[in-house]
């Protein structure tokens, strides 16, 4: 899978964000004012941009975002591991992933945003002979809830977790939230920035000792973050106090693009520097 963000889409974000026309930035960016504007726009460059000064310029790790322009990609990761653990992608306009996990003796599940359409969730509900329990909502943009009605048709007595103040939900997170689904454990922990209701869910104790998953929501991306504008600063506190602070081997499964691990986003994740 492709990553959400190319290298212009990154620069494009955080410009937005420091307030800073195009020519601005292009005037350090060691191109034209065109040769700039292409590589917001493709991600590729005609000739070698100074990355650092772009990076000094935005606040972005330099050398990381010359790293995404240079095709990086999070390694590509057998999901077996998780036994209990499926990414379902539905496509309107833009590709949403949302997460299945489920207790391998009670067969309960949970699912994590839903995507912009309820049917192959349903059918690998049906397939796998899973109960859904819980629906838990990393925040409330259309294209992870497009579905919450279907789901909700079909499984009634879902209970319904949100971060949402106006939405009515049967479970408001909390901070000391502590969720079981048979033997995994279900926290969550706020990330606000790309939206004000914003919430990780961390799933741990998975059968044969598999590191802990976060569902991530637009939190953060491989290699890049959910649009913030103003917010980008808050969004990055969040990210590194409640995302990168969990172990390295963290799973991290966000709502676009590869998954990847807190380790890799230390390591490539321009935002994050």
Same mark, same amino acid.
């Given at each position: ?34 040769? /700039? ?9 005609? +000739? ?21 322009? +240079? ?12 036994? =209990? ?6 496509? *309107? ?5 949302? /997460?299945?996990?489920w207790d391998e003796v009670t067969r309960e599940a949970a699912l994590f945003d839903t995507g912009w359409d309820a049917a192959p969730v349903l059918e690998l509900l049906e397939e796998q002979g899973l109960q859904l329990r819980h629906l838990f909502i990393t925040h409330g943009h259309a294209d992870h809830v ?5 789901? *909700? ?31 995994? *454990? ?11 209701? +914003?919430?990780? /869910? ?24 959910? +649009? ?36 890799? =986003? ?8």
């Amino acid at each position: 899978m492709a990553l959400e963000d190319h290298a212009g889409d990154v620069l494009a974000k955080a410009r937005a964000a420091a307030g800073s026309s195009l020519a601005e930035v292009a005037a350090v960016s060691g191109l034209g004012p065109e040769a /700039y504007a292409a590589l917001e726009e493709s991600g590729k460059a005609a +000739g070698t941009p100074d990355w650092v000064g772009l990076g000094r310029k935005l606040g972005l790790d330099g050398a990381k975002l010359a790293r995404i322009a +240079g095709g990086w990609l999070p390694a590509d990761r057998d999901l077996g591991q998780w036994r =209990e653990l499926r990414r379902i992608t539905t496509e *309107r306009g833009m590709a949403v992933n949302c /997460y299945l996990v489920w207790d391998e003796v009670t067969r309960e599940a949970a699912l994590f945003d839903t995507g912009w359409d309820a049917a192959p969730v349903l059918e690998l509900l049906e397939e796998q002979g899973l109960q859904l329990r819980h629906l838990f909502i990393t925040h409330g943009h259309a294209d992870h809830v497009a579905a919450v009605g279907a789901v *909700r048709e079909r499984f009634p007595k879902v209970k319904l977790h949100s971060s949402a103040p106006e939405t009515a939900v049967d479970q408001r997170n909390r901070a000391n939230d502590f969720i079981h689904l048979g033997s995994l *454990r279900i926290t969550n922990r706020p990330t606000p920035g790309h939206a004000a209701d +914003g919430v990780t /869910y961390v799933v741990g104790n998975w059968p044969d000792d598999a590191p802990n998953v976060a569902m991530v929501g637009d939190a953060v991306f491989a290699g890049s973050m959910g +649009g913030a504008a103003s917010r980008l600063e808050e969004a990055k506190a969040a990210v590194r106090q409640q995302i990168l602070s969990l172990p390295d081997e963290t799973l991290i499964c966000p709502g676009h693009g590869p998954v990847t691990t807190v380790s890799e =986003e230390k390591a490539n994740n321009p935002f994050l520097g």
